[in-house]
């Protein structure tokens, strides 16, 4: 019985992908994990490449890891989120590329080669979950602020109100802002979700306490454990897919209300630049800014 894969979801005009193809990425609840598919198991893959070159380029050696020896790989991306490097990187494989250019896309093409597990288990280590000694936690190249402490998130540690009971934690990368909020004893449960599964398999490292609980979700998508908090905290994204997508961070602000208890108490930071007021206000008794600097602002808000 013949397995085909894809990653992402690319433009259907760009790359045709079967129906019943496994779903790979990390940023698709509910899909499957590239890293434990078994080696040459899978029949072809088709992958709409990660803009950062080490997380692509971990991506595209787990796919090849995966595929069957001469089994085709499909893989695309924007000419200005890696899609010209692409040729590139396959080469360095050992492996005989053919290109083609779609619609600001680069779309290359290639099989499996023989005697090329070397150099992929050696991308797959560079690229896969490490423990960083300066922020000192596990994280993963292609997380959110994987290598750094987001400004963002550490002005709204620093701003951090007093939290009791149960809450959540929205959009928790890795577990930075999570650590803060369980600092206190006060807090007993915290839910971190992230739509990123490998932020989650992190902070799962980064945790060690029942208090915390972890969910690989959408928050776009209603959640049944997402009911009665007391708290939520939140550094609300504002890209999907590279892109500025105000309407994220914007449902981001309309979960945390449905989630909320009344009397709760929603504590976010956004960029200045962004216009949260107005979806605020109508969800909610009362809207506090708190501190407003280095194009960044804080907000408690209470239902």
């Known amino acids: 019985m013949s397995a085909t894969g894809v990653y992402g979801l690319p433009p259907a005009d760009l790359a045709e992908v079967p129906r019943d193809a496994i779903q790979f990425s990390p940023l698709m609840p509910g899909a499957a994990a590239l890293e434990k598919q078994a080696a040459g ?59 083609a250019s779609k619609r600001h896309h680069r779309i290359v093409t290639t099989t499996k080669a ?3 597990e070397k150099i992929i ?13 300066e922020i000192g936690l596990w994280t993963q190249p292609g997380v959110f602020s994987w290598d750094r402490l987001d400004p963002g998130t550490h002005m709204l540690i620093e701003q951090l109100p ?6 959540a934690d929205f959009g928790c990368g890795i577990g930075i802002l999570a650590r803060a909020v369980l600092a206190s004893e006060a807090v007993t449960e915290l839910i971190l979700v ?13 945790l060690d306490t029942p208090r915390a609980k972890f969910l690989w979700a959408d928050l776009r998508d209603p959640h049944p454990a997402l009911t009665n908090l007391e708290f939520v905290v939140m550094n609300a994204p504002f890209h999907d897919a590279g892109q500025e997508d105000k309407a994220l961070a914007q449902a981001f602000v309309r979960r945390a209300a449905e989630s909320l208890r009344k009397g709760g108490i929603c504590v976010m930071v956004a960029n200045r630049h962004l216009p949260y007021e107005a979806v605020l206000k109508p969800l909610f008794k009362a809207v506090t800014p708190v ?3 280095g194009g960044y602002k804080i907000y408690e808000a209470r239902k």
Do not use: M
């Open 121 to 133: 288990t050696e991308v797959i280590v560079d690229g896969g979950p490490r423990f960083d000694d």
């Open 291 to 293: 501190i407003e600097q």
């Open 41 to 99: 198991s899978l029949d072809g893959i088709t992958i709409l490449a990660p803009p950062g070159t080490i997380e692509r380029r971990y991506a595209l050696a787990l796919a090849l890891r995966a595929l069957k020896d001469g089994a085709p790989l499909t893989a695309l991306a924007p000419n200005d989120r890696g899609g010209t490097r692409l040729r590139k990187e396959l080469a360095a494989f050992g492996l005989d590329v053919q290109e």
């Open 114 to 116: 023989v005697g090329i």
């Open 162 to 167: 007093a939290l009791s009971g149960r809450g």
């Open 194 to 206: 992230d739509i990123d599964r490998r932020a989650i398999e992190c902070a799962e490292h980064n």
